[in-house]
């Protein structure tokens, strides 16, 4: 079955613009989650949205946003984009209904955004 | 605070040599508790996870892990490594239940194969 795709693969972007990524998870996940990857700061959680809700949010500042469509499709959004902003975005899709199972996390490739 | 800590950031191997890649989480409650491995420019793979019972786990490409309640650790290894081995590995746990996607990740062992 297909797996987690994220687009774009890559994008350039000006300070101060905003920027939309897009997830589509594995088909029947309900559970969607988007991280930073830097390599100053490692892996950080952004947020995770399960049935166009978000459940869990990270410690980012209010320019990040996310939401999920009824078919799991999940965006995200950076607004006022700063240089360090600059960062591979990786989104995981689950099953996320609550068994142990449900919590493996698939990924996709990623976006790398470059803010200039 | 709930966190994974990776003691080394970066280990070299000779191929065929075996491997260790600690990895510890914070103490409390048990995290269900993964490896993931990532190829420059690629996103996470999951190699093996871990959520109770057996405390030696078997994962793909030949991995394997154990869990230690008493050290608080879950060490991932291989018994010989090839070259194709070389990458980043990410330890991470998930904390408080199954109810939630979020994975909080230790900073990483870049791991390097010599021939």
């Known amino acids: 079955k297909a797996g987690v795709t994220q687009t774009p693969r890559y994008l350039i972007k000006t300070r101060g613009q905003q920027v939309t990524l897009s997830c589509s998870p594995i088909s029947g996940h309900r559970s969607v989650s988007w991280y930073q990857q830097t390599p100053g700061q490692g892996l950080q959680f952004l947020f995770e949205?399960?049935?166009?809700?978000?459940?869990n949010k990270g410690n980012f500042p209010g320019r990040f946003s996310g939401r999920q469509f009824s078919n799991s499709r999940s965006e995200m959004n950076v607004s006022t984009l700063e240089l360090g902003d600059s960062a591979l975005y990786l989104c995981a899709s689950s099953l996320g209904y609550g068994g142990q199972g449900d919590t493996e996390a698939f990924f996709g490739q990623g976006t790398r955004l470059t803010v200039v | 605070a709930q966190s994974v800590t990776q003691p080394d950031i970066h280990i070299t191997v000779s191929e065929g040599a075996s491997l260790e890649l600690r990895c510890n989480y914070s103490?409390?409650?048990?995290?269900?508790l993964f490896w993931y491995v990532q190829s420059p420019g690629q996103g996470l793979q999951l190699l093996l996870k871990y959520f109770s019972g057996d405390t030696l786990v078997q994962g793909i490409k030949g991995f394997e892990a154990e869990f230690k309640r008493s050290q608080s650790s879950f060490n991932l290894r291989k018994p010989s490594v090839h070259w194709s081995d070389a990458a980043e590995y990410f330890c991470?746990?998930?904390?408080?239940?199954?109810?939630?996607?979020?994975?909080?990740f230790g900073q990483g062992t870049t791991l390097q194969v010599k021939p």
């Open positions: 103490y409390g409650a048990t995290p269900y």
């Open positions: 949205y399960f049935s166009e809700t978000q459940r």
């Open positions: 991470a746990g998930i904390y408080g239940s199954s109810n939630t996607g979020k994975l909080i």
